[in-house]
Nanobody, 118 residues
Framework: QVQLVESGGGLVQAGGSLRLSCAAS????????MGWFRQAPGKEREFVAN????????YYADSVKGRFTISRDKAKNTVYLQMNSLKPEDTGVYYC???????????WGQGTQVTVSS
């Protein structure tokens, strides 16, 4: 079992920045892919970015490429999502996700609200 706790959401103006954090506990993460997803009101949850915990390789949705950066701090067991040049369409609840590589086993955090005003 992996517990995930997100923080760092809030209200920001368009063009601003926020950094989300996801603190993980419960298991070693070496075989996990850690990711961020988001869900806007009335829309389905969508992929934002992920990072392979062991080697640090990253992958981004086209909509955030060049603006968002995912990273991890192994000592703190924490994943970050640095969000720059925010747009109103980035508004939504952001969820941290931990998935075992090669498996369907997935854990989710409770989510943190990000609101970008125009």
């Amino acid at each position: 079992q992996v517990q995930l706790v997100e923080s760092g959401g809030g209200l920001v103006q368009a063009g601003g920045s926020l950094r989300l954090s996801c603190a993980a506990s419960g298991r070693a993460l070496r075989s996990y892919v850690m990711g961020w997803f988001r869900q806007a009101p009335g829309k389905e949850r969508e992929f934002v970015a992920n990072i392979q915990w062991s080697v640090g390789s990253t992958y981004y949705a086209d909509s955030v490429k060049g603006r968002f950066t995912i990273s991890r701090d192994k000592a703190k067991n924490t994943v970050y999502l640095q969000m720059n040049s925010l747009k109103p369409e980035d508004t939504g609840v952001y969820y941290c996700n931990a998935k075992v590589q090669g498996s369907s086993l997935t854990y989710w955090g409770q989510g943190t609200q990000v609101t970008v005003s125009s």
